[in-house]
């Protein structure tokens, strides 16, 4: 998925927008670890009700038609809406038997027999905000950083490939051989 949105928003372009390329990347992630979900229009359509609530969620609470608390009330009902689809279809294709395998926290969730479908769309919804702005912030940091010190991107840029050439062609990185990059560790990234 990294090197999908890599391809997409930096390869053919000569000016890179970051954060607004890391916030796609850490929605979409976090729909994938949370729920499963990997469909590009669902993930779009999910992001732009997330968007309703993100954006107003520090305005004043008047909720009259027009006003940022007003649509974020709008968007918070239709993504609870939206979700509560989501959470059936998996409900469905765990009585079917067809979602032995998921280890996704919607599967987890809706195993824990005390947990009702609203409390289930309101934990995800809460996961969404905690973990969207803070990590794609993070990563805007990282590459800011990396921009103003050349020598230690240079150095970072250096282990990455050192990494990449000592994988077997189609092995993923895992979080073992982030942990042994000393460059980054170093520097607390
Ligand atoms: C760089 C990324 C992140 C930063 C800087 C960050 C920062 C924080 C901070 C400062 C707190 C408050 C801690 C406290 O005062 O008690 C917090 C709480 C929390 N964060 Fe994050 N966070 C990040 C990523 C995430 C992610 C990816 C998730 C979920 C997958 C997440 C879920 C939570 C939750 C659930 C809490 C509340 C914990 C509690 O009060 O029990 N965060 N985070």
Redesign the pocket.
């Known amino acids: 998925m990294a090197k999908e949105i890599l391809m997409r928003d930096c390869s053919p372009k000569g000016q890179v927008r970051v954060l607004p390329s890391a916030q796609d990347y850490t929605f979409g992630l ?1 729909c994938r ?1 949370f729920m499963n979900i990997k469909d590009d229009s669902q993930i779009n359509k999910l992001s732009a009700l997330f968007a309703d609530i993100t954006s107003s969620q520090f305005s004043v609470p008047i909720n009259i038609p027009g006003t940022p608390f007003n649509r974020a009330v709008k968007g918070g009902k239709k993504m609870r809406k939206e979700l509560i689809n989501v959470i059936r279809k998996r409900k469905d294709e765990i009585e079917r038997g067809e979602d032995s395998n998921a280890r996704d926290l919607l599967t987890r969730l809706l195993k824990k027999a005390e947990v009702t479908e609203m409390e289930i769309t309101k934990k995800i919804i ?2 969404l905000v ?2 969207h702005e ?2 794609s ?2 990563i805007t940091m990282v590459i800011n950083y990396l921009v103003q010190f050349p020598h230690i991107y240079n150095k970072v840029y250096a282990e990455q490939w050192r990494f990449a050439n000592s994988k077997p062609e189609g092995k993923m990185l895992t979080w073992d051989d982030i942990q042994e990059d000393e460059v980054l560790m170093e520097r607390g990234m």
């Open positions: 976090a670890i809460g996961l905690a973990s803070t990590t912030t993070a």
